[in-house]
């Protein structure tokens, strides 16, 4: 059964802050990963991480991808208020019907002023 | 993302009660979804769809169904209600390619 583990469950930081959110995984073909930010509603696109693209950067985002140990992390550098979300990592197996994503518990950071 | 809708976006609904959920997609996707959130559990995937003609079950099927209408419409119902069916319910669509787009969210309350 696919497993995609995520920590810490929820976090607390100060604007300014640097934060790493991790997410590691266990499935039979691993096709690829994805973050996304949910803030108040529905989950919004942040990364994807395949075999050929590892690491991926976007302003004060960042992600990585360590296929040996099976995991990633999430970097935010400079936090805002506004990075208040949970963020969700979600990961295919391209053995169990592809297209499918089997998603974390979530990170809930809050970032205060 | 406003190209996937979903109503209603609150519902409040008896045990018991037959509801329906709906979405509908302007994207022009082929793959559409269904999950459902709960606090500290993440998404968990209820039904999907690869083409009008394909629904499969996902990871927590049990007490619910699904209609594909058309490529643009996959209906989520509950047949009966309960109440631990109380829970955020989103939509997603992709295309060939992995990343999936959500709905706004319907938030389910059965009382």
């Known amino acids: 059964e696919d497993k995609v583990v995520q920590s810490p469950l929820s976090l607390v930081v100060h604007e300014g802050d640097t934060v790493t959110l991790n997410c590691s995984y266990e499935?039979?073909?691993?096709?690829?990963l994805l973050w996304y930010k949910q803030e108040k509603k529905a989950p919004t696109f942040l990364f994807m991480l395949t075999s050929s693209g590892i690491e991926k950067k976007s302003g004060r985002l960042s992600s990585i991808l360590d296929k040996k140990e099976l995991s990633s992390i999430l970097n935010i550098t400079a936090t805002q208020t506004g990075d208040s979300a949970i963020y969700l990592c979600a990961v295919e197996d391209s053995g169990a019907g592809s297209y499918q994503l089997t998603f974390g518990k979530g990170t809930k950071l809050s970032v205060i002023p | 993302d406003a190209d996937v809708t979903q109503t209603p976006r609150n519902r409040i609904t008896k045990t018991g009660k037959r509801i329906m959920l709906e979405c509908s997609q302007t994207?022009?996707?082929?793959?559409m979804y269904w999950y459902r959130q709960d606090p500290g559990l993440g998404l968990r995937l209820i039904y999907y769809?690869?083409?009008?003609?394909?629904?499969n079950k996902g990871e927590i099927s049990d007490g619910y169904s699904v209609s594909r209408q058309a490529q643009a419409k996959f209906s989520l119902s509950l047949e009966s209600a309960i109440p631990n069916q109380t829970a955020l319910y989103f939509c997603a669509t992709s295309d060939f390619g992995t990343r999936q787009y959500f709905g706004p969210g319907t938030r389910l309350t059965v009382t």
């Open positions: 769809s690869f083409d009008v003609k394909d629904i």
């Open positions: 499935v039979t073909n691993f096709r690829s």
């Open positions: 994207k022009g996707h082929d793959r």
